[in-house]
């Protein structure tokens, strides 16, 4: 548990709010075996900015990964997100999909990469029917 922030970066009104955000976010896992699954779940409000826009944002993240050999993993981790300053039909965007990962050491310090496509099954009338998303995470174990 803790807080998580946003801060007003977007360089035009198109690509983001211009709202300084803020709220509490949750994440529970587990590990069983080649098996990682659970959530990571927050809420945003936003509490001041020069934007017209306020923000109410939700982000639900479940995740399950299945660890093959050789750093090698199958995963889903659909964004499930809801704008509850949009009207009823437009708030929600659901995607299902999956991806593929692999953590490869570069030198001493691990690296995950994963590649993941998810078809949006609900949402907004403007927003995309497909995501396809690549990561980069630097891992800095103890």
């Known amino acids: 548990m803790g807080p998580t922030f946003t801060f007003p970066t977007a360089t035009d009104s ?40 306020n923000v109410s944002a939700l982000l639900i993240q479940p995740f ?15 964004l499930i997100t809801a704008n509850w300053e949009a009207n009823s039909d437009d708030r929600w965007t659901v995607p299902i999909g999956g991806g593929v990962g692999k ?25 995309p029917d497909w995501q396809l998303r690549f990561q980069v995470q630097f891992l800095f174990p103890k």
Do not use: C, E, R
């Open 103 to 127: 953590i490869q050491k570069i030198g001493k310090l691990p690296v995950n990469f994963q590649l993941g496509a998810y078809w949006n099954v609900v949402k907004p009338d403007n927003g």
């Open 14 to 53: 198109l690509l983001g709010s211009g709202k300084w955000s803020a709220g509490p976010t949750v994440v529970a896992l587990t590990m069983q075996g080649h098996w990682v699954y659970g959530a990571l779940a927050n809420q945003q409000w936003s509490y001041a900015g020069w934007g017209d826009k």
């Open 64 to 78: 399950v990964n299945y660890n093959l050999p050789h750093g090698w993993y199958l995963t889903s981790v659909p």
